[in-house]
């Protein structure tokens, strides 16, 4: 990505996520408004630098550790103001803003990317990154709001009612944010999975290669398959369901990072050059 774009988000970011800690920390309503607002412009910039490494590569760009670590900021800043603008939990672009700008950071020190082969440059895996970013984004607000929950309900539950439970949303609050982020993000991981199921049967002639990254995507998408089961006919909206999106977070973290770091593959981060010379 142009890399003054990229200094310029993680400046807003920064800047936003230093005011939201404040209007926590204080309660100043300024500093909550004119924080979201940099988060909000930081978001803007990112966006428009990806469309530029789009222009400038052909391809989405998520190729490599540090591009795909760049999108799930993207995505996952772009879950939070969306869910914001209707069901504002004011706690979250405090946690949501540092998490993105680690996400950057990480991403500016890592090796740059290789060069994309042509097989990229298809509609179907545009459509797969973005769903998936934009549902690891939005089932990271659940895994946020579960964190919360149990934080809440164990404070709630030993009567320590201090200036700490009082800025953390009610338990009700909560649980609302974990129902319609687990919902809307369960959908876009689907339709992700969906659409690189349909780009490996098109490119390598199978939907599904059991590379270890898939296998874990699998495992992943069952223990959220599972959680929304069990919400929504069991009725754990409590304690139980939140351990469990804690879990399955964790699993969808290491489909993400230690699948992609740890094993080989075409899904590797390290192994883009050796398959796609196969591909061009």
């Not at 490494?53 to 760009?61: E, L």
């Not at 977070?249 to 899904?267: P, Q």
């Amino acid at each position: 990505m142009n890399s003054g774009l990229e200094w310029g988000v993680l400046a807003l970011y920064l800047a936003g996520s230093i005011l939201q800690a404040a209007y926590v920390v204080g309660r100043r309503e300024r500093a909550y408004r004119v924080g979201l607002l940099l988060l909000r412009m930081g978001f803007g910039v990112h966006s428009l630098a990806i469309l530029a490494a789009w222009k400038a590569w052909g391809v989405f760009p998520a190729v490599g550790l540090g591009q795909s670590l760049s999108v799930a900021a993207w995505g996952l800043m772009g879950a939070l103001l969306i869910y914001n603008l209707r069901s504002q939990v004011r706690i979250l672009p405090a946690l949501v803003g540092p998490l993105c700008v680690a996400a950057l950071m990480a991403a500016a020190w890592s090796a740059p990317p290789a060069v994309p082969p042509r097989a990229l440059r298809s509609l179907w895996v545009t459509v797969h990154v973005i769903c998936l970013m934009h549902g690891y984004g939005l089932l990271a607000l659940t895994f946020l709001g579960s964190l919360l929950y149990l934080v809440q309900e164990a404070r709630l539950r030993a009567g320590r009612l201090d200036g700490l439970s009082e800025r953390l949303p009610s338990l009700a609050r909560l649980d609302g944010l974990i129902a319609k982020t687990l919902v809307v993000g369960f959908g876009f991981m689907t339709l992700g999975m969906i659409a690189g199921m349909v780009y490996a049967q098109l490119t390598l002639g199978s939907y599904w290669q059991w590379s270890p990254k898939e296998v874990w995507a699998l495992i992943t998408w069952l223990l959220y398959a599972a959680l929304l089961h069990v919400r929504l006919v069991s009725g754990w909206r409590g304690r139980r369901g939140a351990w469990l999106s804690v879990a399955a977070f964790a699993a969808l973290l290491f489909t993400f990072l230690g699948a992609g770091l740890l094993f080989g593959g075409y899904h590797s981060f390290h192994s883009l050059t050796h398959w796609g010379g196969s591909l061009r």
